[in-house]
Every structure is written in C-alpha cells, then in structure tokens.
Nanobody, 123 residues
C-alpha cells in the first residue's frame, strides 16, 4: 500500500506562489490515479485535481484552473502542485491522494491520503 506525505505549505501573500510536494512510498505512483484535495476552514474537503494512472484523463476544478499546475516526477515518485496567483480563498489544508481507481478518485473517495499541509494566503 502506498503512503503519501505532503510538504511545502506555509504563509504567502495574495498574488504569491507556493509549490507543494507529495512524496510517495510503498508503491509507484505510476500505477495510481493521483489527486489533490483541499479543505478550507468550515468547509468540506473538495477535490481540485485528479489524473488517471495512464495520464489519459485529467481534471482541474474551475476555481484553480489556469493558476494551479500539477506535475509528476516518476523517477522520484513525487507529485507537485504549483500554485500561482494565490487568493485568500485558497487558504486551506491541502491533501494529496492516490487510488488505483479513477472512479474512486473522481468521487472524492480515494483509498490513500497524505496527512495534509496548511496553506494560508493573507490579503
């Protein structure tokens, strides 16, 4: 089973950028659908990105499309979330996730989660 660990969160001013990392162990991410989720204060956790294991099918939430970019380094077994032009509304705990099923990922119910990393955007 794959284990995930996020890093790179912090405090940034509105308009700034951050890059989150998700390190995987216990299995190759190449065999999993990968997703990023976030949970803002007082709100439910919501998906912002996912991609299928064969990279044929991907999705970005409208709220982050054009500002956030996800990339994967298979050699390092890591996934990155580059967040640009951050807004106060992006303040949340960010989670990476993995699942062998794209359907489970798209439904917001992947099997494997990281512990989350806090991103705070100040005005």
């Amino acid at each position: 089973q794959v284990q995930l660990e996020e890093s790179g969160g912090g405090l940034v001013q509105s308009g700034g950028s951050l890059r989150l990392s998700c390190a995987a162990s216990g299995g190759s991410l190449d065999y999993y659908s990968i997703g990023w989720f976030r949970q803002a204060p007082g709100k439910k956790r919501a998906g912002i990105y996912y991609i299928s294991s064969n990279n044929d099918n991907s999705w970005y939430a409208d709220s982050v499309k054009g500002r956030f970019i996800v990339s994967k380094d298979s050699a390092k077994n890591m996934v990155y979330l580059q967040m640009n032009n951050l807004e106060v509304e992006d303040t949340a705990v960010y989670y990476c996730a993995a699942d062998r099923s794209l359907g489970s990922m798209a439904a917001g119910a992947p099997d494997y989660w990281g512990q989350g990393t806090q991103v705070t955007v100040s005005s």
